[in-house]
C-alpha cells in the first residue's frame, strides 16, 4: 500500500504564489514519474507538469513561466511552486505518482487534492 499527502493549496489573490507538495510513503522500492494535475469544475482533469526519475519536465502551454516542477527523491516528494497565479488557475490540484514496488509491479496513484483558489 501506498499513500500520498498533499499539502499546500489555499486561497491566494492573483499574481500571488503557493507551493503544492505530495509525499508518499509505504511499500516503494522506487519512483519514476510524478505529475500534477488539475481540474476545475466542468473540466476535463487535465496536465500540469510532471518530472521524470532523473528530473525531466514537462508543462502545460498555460503554465510555462510561471510554475515549477521538482522532487526530492530522498524524501518520495514532489512540489509545484506556482507564481504569477491568475483566476484561471483555480482548480482542484491533484498528484500522481508512479511507483515501483518492491516486487517490482509498478502502480498509478493519485493525491486526494488539494484545493487551490485565485481571487481577482
Known amino acids: 500500500q501506498v499513500q500520498l499527502v498533499e499539502s499546500g493549496g489555499g486561497l491566494v489573490q492573483a499574481g500571488g504564489s503557493l507551493r503544492l507538495s505530495c509525499a508518499a510513503s509505504?511499500?516503494?522500492?522506487?519512483?519514476?514519474?510524478m505529475g500534477w494535475y488539475r481540474q476545475a469544475p466542468g473540466n476535463w482533469r487535465e496536465k500540469v507538469a510532471t518530472i521524470t526519475s532523473d528530473g525531466h519536465t514537462n508543462y502545460a502551454d498555460s503554465v510555462k513561466g510561471r510554475f515549477t516542477i521538482s522532487r526530492n527523491n530522498a524524501k518520495n516528494t514532489v512540489y509545484l511552486q506556482m507564481n504569477s497565479l491568475k483566476p484561471e488557475d483555480t482548480a482542484v490540484y491533484y498528484c500522481?505518482?508512479?511507483?515501483?514496488?518492491?516486487?517490482?509491479?509498478?502502480?498509478?496513484?493519485w493525491g486526494q487534492g488539494t484545493q487551490v483558489t485565485v481571487s481577482s
Open positions: 500522481n505518482v508512479e511507483v515501483v514496488s518492491p516486487r517490482r509491479d509498478e502502480y498509478n496513484y
Open positions: 509505504g511499500s516503494i522500492a522506487s519512483i519514476n514519474a
